[in-house]
């Protein structure tokens, strides 16, 4: 094997013992949850955000692949992921759809449409925090690694940012030294957003090498899983 490969292979082998073990830590946490009444979310739900959907597919990389299906495919193992920690979780859609009021005609109606019946969730789901699932891309091809952006209005928002950035670096993505950025008014569901409030963008479908592993499932699954443990951490903090 060459050695990227075999550090790949370790890479993969000690994410696994890391996932198993924090499996049987959390079957044990909720097996005295459930004698003590108490569990790692309390009241508060993880509304899951799938980014796009239906006419407005997102990013497109150079194969072709739509953003969009990458998103929804995220979110459904992070909610999965989430469900198994004993956390609370929500989704803003299931399906490959536009969430737009039937009113909506024009392509730019039902993405306004779309955005505000979002944010109408983020504030019905309460309380909540709110994680956006997103890919990136950049006329620069060799730009890779995950990202995570934060809402401006709540310091609770850079906390989860942090948290979610800092466990994908430890246990999925060792190289990536990107930092979490605050998010301006390009991302109206983070800028405008009352509560907790993060938007991951997962990688780069401008890069041919990582597009390959988002739509990788088993690359999913370990991202997503960084994911959810760096949320479990902060809600446990
Ligand atoms: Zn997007």
Do not use: W
């Amino acid at each position: 094997m060459r050695k990227k490969a075999r550090l790949q292979m370790a890479a993969a082998v000690l994410l696994l013992l890391i996932g198993f073990s924090y499996f049987l830590y959390t079957f044990h946490a909720a097996n005295i949850a459930s004698s003590e009444s108490t569990d790692p979310s309390g009241d508060i739900t993880v509304l899951i955000d799938a980014g796009h959907g239906g006419v407005d597919g997102g990013a497109v990389a150079g194969d072709g692949t739509e953003e969009k299906y990458i998103n929804l495919q995220i979110a459904e193992l992070l909610q999965k992921q989430l469900d198994a920690m004993g956390v609370k979780t929500a989704m803003t859609r299931t399906t490959d759809d536009s969430i737009h009021d039937s009113s909506a005609q024009t392509i730019r109606e039902k993405k306004v449409s779309d955005i505000h019946n979002r944010m109408r969730m983020m504030e019905e789901t309460d309380p909540c925090i709110f994680v956006s699932i997103h890919q990136n891309k950049y006329s620069d091809s060799s730009l890779h690694g995950t990202q995570v952006f934060y809402s401006p209005n709540t310091t609770a928002s850079a906390q989860l940012a942090q948290s979610i950035q800092t466990s994908v670096h430890t246990l999925l993505q060792p190289e990536n030294e990107r930092e979490i950025k605050k998010s301006g008014n390009s991302i109206y569901l983070l800028y405008y957003a009352k509560k907790p409030a993060v938007l991951v963008e997962c990688g780069f479908l401008s890069n041919a090498e990582e597009t390959a592993n988002l739509k990788d499932e088993t690359y999913q699954k370990q991202l997503s899983f960084c994911i959810a443990a760096g949320i479990l951490e902060y809600l446990n903090a």
